[in-house]
């Protein structure tokens, strides 16, 4: 109570105020709202934070039990973030004077940085106090800082029919997620009052399951027949990436034929160009690389005789992985030159790049999914280790 006491007087001489975490509670509290003991509390690294003004969504850490009661705010004060997953509040801030507050934890301590750049709205409220300069309100400052600038402008023109490539042949207990993927694409779709068309020659899915898409195409996913369907269908726009490999194989090779462009379809979500470049080894090196990313040496070789030369310069043991490879289909662990040989061997017979890289094996590996939409928005799906 003495702490709260003492934020209120602080209220009193208009100077900036952040509070984080239980700092946002205690000034919450100290405004005049009312907290809650929450259910079972938002906790981990992968929380996500939507700012009320901007709709933009952040990943954010937290560990925190209970919450501000968004319902029952006095008038000069507004919600500044709400959680995604349980509409809680993630934070409030003034309508007018410099004071806001996040239940989150923008500082990050090893948690996403999505929101590191609050500290720096923060600061500049701060300079302006302490120079007599005409101080933008923390509200607009907060909004201005977080609103997305596309380079490029966002087409915002709904299509009509999609066209969806879908999983292909699975086998038990591996690709499921290209299945889930597919029939929640397709759910997505059929929200929004999409025609639904979808490519998939395995009757045993979910996404060829009566109900699912308007129309199935129970085909190879090749680009013949995915172009006779374009053909015959002539959708807006396609999706090739709820298919595996397969898909992707497939519509880089239909953009290469000039397919997309001669029947007028829009590639939907990512684009050829970024699958181009994460499904060729060598190229995804190199973007890795200018942005400063520590991975391990490699080298893209393309013949049996260049990879046990890279292999030689890298020092065994080394892991050779297939470009554009159907369930890393060829890829392996080489400990020696004769492993190395047998293993590109059977690598470039289904491939034409291979990379060679310096073993990592016996470190941690820990995968995070994350989706990213046109505004820029981030959700971190799930995360899991690879063993």
């Not at 070789?301 to 890279?310: F, G, M, N, R």
Request: glycine share 8%.
């Amino acid at each position: 109570q003495v702490i709260i006491e003492n934020i209120r007087k602080v209220f009193k001489q208009k100077k900036p105020i952040f509070g984080i975490c239980l700092g946002h509670q205690l000034l919450s509290i100290a405004a005049g709202c009312v907290t809650y003991k929450m259910r079972y509390g938002n906790r981990g690294h992968n929380q996500p934070a939507t700012h009320r003004v901007t709709g933009r969504c952040y990943m954010t850490s937290q560990n925190h039990g209970f919450c501000v009661d968004a319902a029952q705010l006095p008038s000069d004060w507004e919600v500044l973030f709400t959680n995604a997953n349980d509409n809680s509040n993630e934070g409030l801030v003034h309508s007018v004077l410099p004071y806001f507050s996040v239940q989150f934890h923008p500082e990050h301590t090893a948690g996403p940085e999505d929101l590191e750049c609050l500290f720096d709205v923060f600061l500049e409220s701060v300079k302006d106090q302490i120079n007599n300069r005409f101080c933008i309100s923390i509200k607009d400052r907060l909004t201005e800082k977080l609103a997305y600038r596309p380079a490029a402008p966002i087409v915002t023109e709904q299509p009509k029919k999609i066209l969806i490539l879908g999983s292909g042949g699975l086998s038990i207990g591996q690709a499921g997620e290209f299945d889930y993927s597919g029939s929640q694409a397709i759910k997505a779709l059929k929200e929004e009052s999409i025609q639904t068309l979808l490519i998939n020659p395995n009757i045993a899915t979910v996404q060829t399951s009566k109900g699912m898409a308007d129309k199935v195409y129970f085909l190879p996913i090749t680009p013949e027949y995915v172009e006779q369907v374009i053909r015959s269908e002539r959708p807006d726009g396609v999706l090739l990436t709820f298919g595996g490999q397969t898909a992707l194989n497939c519509g880089v090779e239909l953009e290469k034929n000039g397919v997309f462009a001669k029947y007028n379809v829009k590639i939907l979500g990512t684009p050829i160009e970024s699958i181009i470049q994460t499904e060729d080894r060598k190229i995804f090196a190199d973007r890795i690389s200018e942005i400063n990313e520590k991975v391990a040496p490699s080298a893209a070789v393309y013949s049996i005789p260049e990879a046990l030369e890279a292999a030689e310069k890298l020092g065994y043991p080394v892991m050779a992985r297939a470009a554009f490879s159907l369930g890393g289909l060829g890829s392996g662990f080489a400990n020696t030159k004769e492993e190395l040989k047998t293993l590109a061997q059977q690598a470039l017979a289904h491939s034409s790049q291979l990379i060679i890289d310096k073993s990592l094996k016996g470190w941690k590996e820990v995968e995070y999914e994350v989706v990213r939409d046109a505004y820029d928005n981030c959700i971190t799906v799930c995360n899991m280790e690879n063993v």
